[in-house]
Protein backbone atom coordinates (compact mmCIF):
# COMPACT_ATOMS: atom_id res chain seq x y z
CA UNK A 1 0.00 0.00 0.00
CA UNK A 2 1.63 3.36 -1.04
CA UNK A 3 1.06 5.83 1.41
CA UNK A 4 2.35 9.54 1.53
CA UNK A 5 2.17 12.24 4.27
CA UNK A 6 3.28 15.81 3.70
CA UNK A 7 4.33 17.85 6.72
CA UNK A 8 5.99 21.84 7.28
CA UNK A 9 3.22 23.63 6.18
CA UNK A 10 2.38 27.09 7.63
CA UNK A 11 2.34 30.82 7.83
CA UNK A 12 5.20 32.97 6.21
CA UNK A 13 5.47 36.21 5.56
CA UNK A 14 6.55 37.12 1.52
CA UNK A 15 10.69 36.82 1.04
CA UNK A 16 10.95 34.29 3.61
CA UNK A 17 11.67 30.59 3.70
CA UNK A 18 9.40 27.35 4.47
CA UNK A 19 10.42 23.42 3.78
CA UNK A 20 8.01 20.96 3.14
CA UNK A 21 8.69 17.19 3.87
CA UNK A 22 6.56 14.18 2.39
CA UNK A 23 7.13 10.68 3.89
CA UNK A 24 6.53 8.23 1.17
CA UNK A 25 6.48 4.57 1.68
CA UNK A 26 5.21 1.60 -0.10
CA UNK A 27 6.00 3.28 -3.74
CA UNK A 28 8.10 0.46 -5.46
CA UNK A 29 7.48 1.31 -9.03
CA UNK A 30 11.21 1.85 -10.89
CA UNK A 31 10.32 2.45 -14.49
CA UNK A 32 12.01 5.66 -16.44
CA UNK A 33 9.82 8.08 -15.55
CA UNK A 34 8.80 6.93 -11.61
CA UNK A 35 9.02 9.92 -9.32
CA UNK A 36 7.84 11.98 -7.08
CA UNK A 37 6.49 15.37 -7.14
CA UNK A 38 4.88 18.76 -5.42
CA UNK A 39 1.71 20.24 -6.73
CA UNK A 40 -0.25 23.12 -5.31
CA UNK A 41 -3.34 24.34 -5.28
CA UNK A 42 -4.02 28.32 -4.67
CA UNK A 43 -7.21 30.17 -3.96
CA UNK A 44 -9.42 29.85 -7.51
CA UNK A 45 -6.32 28.78 -8.95
CA UNK A 46 -6.12 25.23 -11.28
CA UNK A 47 -3.66 22.88 -9.71
CA UNK A 48 -0.28 24.02 -10.74
CA UNK A 49 2.90 20.99 -10.77
CA UNK A 50 5.61 22.98 -8.56
CA UNK A 51 8.91 20.55 -8.69
CA UNK A 52 9.32 16.95 -9.42
CA UNK A 53 12.21 14.20 -9.51
CA UNK A 54 12.82 10.97 -10.35
CA UNK A 55 14.27 8.73 -8.41
CA UNK A 56 17.73 8.37 -10.58
CA UNK A 57 17.86 12.65 -9.35
CA UNK A 58 16.60 14.27 -12.73
CA UNK A 59 14.39 17.23 -11.45
CA UNK A 60 12.05 19.22 -13.31
CA UNK A 61 10.57 22.81 -11.86
CA UNK A 62 7.57 24.93 -12.83
CA UNK A 63 8.03 28.42 -14.05
CA UNK A 64 7.02 30.30 -11.14
CA UNK A 65 9.27 28.68 -8.92
CA UNK A 66 12.71 28.12 -10.92
CA UNK A 67 15.46 29.90 -8.74
CA UNK A 68 13.15 29.89 -5.73
CA UNK A 69 12.12 26.18 -4.85
CA UNK A 70 14.75 23.19 -4.25
CA UNK A 71 13.35 19.69 -4.53
CA UNK A 72 15.15 16.78 -2.97
CA UNK A 73 15.11 13.43 -2.10
CA UNK A 74 16.44 10.88 0.97
CA UNK A 75 15.53 6.73 0.82
CA UNK A 76 16.25 4.77 4.06
CA UNK A 77 18.43 1.95 3.75
CA UNK A 78 16.38 -0.29 3.15
CA UNK A 79 14.51 1.68 0.28
CA UNK A 80 11.54 1.13 2.14
CA UNK A 81 10.75 4.96 2.76
CA UNK A 82 11.56 8.04 1.21
CA UNK A 83 11.48 11.56 2.35
CA UNK A 84 11.03 14.24 -0.67
CA UNK A 85 11.75 17.60 0.68
CA UNK A 86 10.60 21.09 -0.94
CA UNK A 87 12.56 24.05 0.22
CA UNK A 88 10.83 26.75 -0.55
CA UNK A 89 12.87 30.75 -0.88
CA UNK A 90 12.34 34.41 -1.39
CA UNK A 91 8.39 33.45 -1.06
CA UNK A 92 6.16 35.29 -2.38
CA UNK A 93 2.14 35.85 -2.27
CA UNK A 94 1.53 33.88 -5.25
CA UNK A 95 2.62 30.62 -3.43
CA UNK A 96 0.23 30.68 -1.46
CA UNK A 97 -2.05 27.48 -1.68
CA UNK A 98 -2.38 23.72 -0.85
CA UNK A 99 0.52 21.68 -1.31
CA UNK A 100 0.45 18.15 -2.29
CA UNK A 101 3.08 15.23 -2.84
CA UNK A 102 2.65 13.06 -5.23
CA UNK A 103 4.02 9.63 -6.26
CA UNK A 104 3.54 7.90 -9.88
CA UNK A 105 4.60 7.36 -13.10
CA UNK A 106 3.76 10.93 -15.41
CA UNK A 107 2.93 14.52 -14.52
CA UNK A 108 -0.24 15.28 -13.74
CA UNK A 109 -2.68 18.20 -15.40
CA UNK A 110 -6.00 18.62 -14.38
CA UNK A 111 -7.98 21.91 -12.88
CA UNK A 112 -8.23 19.97 -9.04
CA UNK A 113 -5.68 18.40 -7.38
CA UNK A 114 -5.64 15.52 -6.04
CA UNK A 115 -6.64 13.19 -8.32
CA UNK A 116 -6.19 9.64 -7.34
CA UNK A 117 -7.17 8.31 -10.95
CA UNK A 118 -3.43 10.07 -11.46
CA UNK A 119 -0.82 8.03 -9.12
CA UNK A 120 -0.74 8.31 -5.68
CA UNK A 121 -1.17 11.70 -3.11
CA UNK A 122 -1.02 12.79 0.37
CA UNK A 123 -3.78 14.99 1.81
CA UNK A 124 -2.06 18.20 1.21
CA UNK A 125 0.04 20.66 3.54
CA UNK A 126 -1.47 24.30 3.48
CA UNK A 127 1.20 27.35 2.92
CA UNK A 128 0.31 30.54 3.53
CA UNK A 129 2.12 33.98 2.34
CA UNK A 130 1.34 36.91 3.59
CA UNK A 131 3.23 40.86 2.91
Known amino acids: QVQLAESGGGSVEAGRSLTLSCLVS??????????YAWYRQGPGAECEIVAD???????????SVKGRFTISQTSSQDSVKTTIYLEMNEMKNDDTGTYYC???????????????????WGTGTQVTVSS
Open 102 to 120: KAGDSQYVGETCPNSDFGY
Open 26 to 35: GFTRDFYDSH
Open 53 to 63: ITKSGRTYYGD
